[in-house]
């Protein structure tokens, strides 16, 4: 089945203590992007990777690292939790397409993240 | 600033009738807009993708149309379904932004029998 796996679904933590998001694609995907989601602001990209090796600034990245070593990975590291970041947090992947049309990105299933 | 507004007051009508959705842009070149369906804990789910040079596009009971002149997407839902029940995201991507893709902030539907 094609999907984006992310993990965990849910954590609370504490303040500064480093995490990592995981999220993982079985399609084959060359883009992959990291979305948060806050109430009353909507989802709000992150950071996203057109391949391996290959990554760029959303809207927020401040506080949030990622990596591309591997087509289907892409981590997001959280290297100094803050309250702020508590939120949702979406990982997707779309196939690249040639003239940049912008084919539908699939969602993972979100992972909730508490930071205390 | 770049804006995509939803309506953001609940959506209620219904069984059987269709449903009407707005999503308004100010500020962006739109190489294309999409629709998402968002249920409660899942993530999004696409819909249907519109380009600029298109007016409208169908897919089974959904429509939209975009007006790149009024800056206005109208998705609708005909013979709406107690299932359809969901939040619509309507995700814009500027012209040579790469995959950058901007949501607005989605519209809850209530479908009721």
């Known amino acids: 089945e094609a999907q984006v796996t992310q993990n965990p679904r849910y954590l609370i933590t504490v303040t500064g203590k480093k995490l990592t998001v995981t999220c993982s694609q079985n399609m084959n995907h060359e883009y992959m992007s990291w979305y948060r989601q806050d109430p009353g602001l909507g989802l709000r990209q992150i950071y996203y990777s057109m391949n391996v090796e290959v990554t760029d600034k959303g809207d927020v990245p401040e506080g949030y690292k990622v990596s591309r070593k591997e087509k289907r990975n892409f981590p997001l590291i959280l290297e100094s939790p803050s309250p702020n970041q508590t939120s949702l947090y979406f990982c997707?992947?779309?196939?690249?397409?040639?003239?940049?049309?912008?084919?539908?990105?699939?969602f993972g299933d979100g992972t909730r993240l508490s930071i205390l | 600033s770049q804006k995509i507004e939803q309506n953001s007051e609940a959506l209620n009508i219904q069984e059987g009738k269709t449903a009407t959705l707005t999503c308004n842009y100010t500020n962006y070149s739109p190489a294309y807009l999409q629709w998402y369906r968002q249920d409660p804990g899942r993530g999004p789910v696409f819909l249907l993708l519109?380009?600029?040079?298109?007016k409208e596009k169908r897919k089974e009971r959904l429509k939209v149309t975009f007006d790149t002149t009024l800056k206005q997407s109208l998705f609708h839902i005909t013979a709406s379904q107690p299932a359809d029940s969901a939040t619509y995201l309507c995700a814009l991507a500027r012209k040579n932004s790469g995959y950058a893709l901007n949501f607005g902030k989605g519209t809850s539907l209530l479908v009721t029998p």
């Open positions: 519109i380009r600029e040079n298109e």
């Open positions: 997707a992947s779309s196939p690249w397409q040639t003239g940049g049309w912008g084919p539908p990105q699939h």
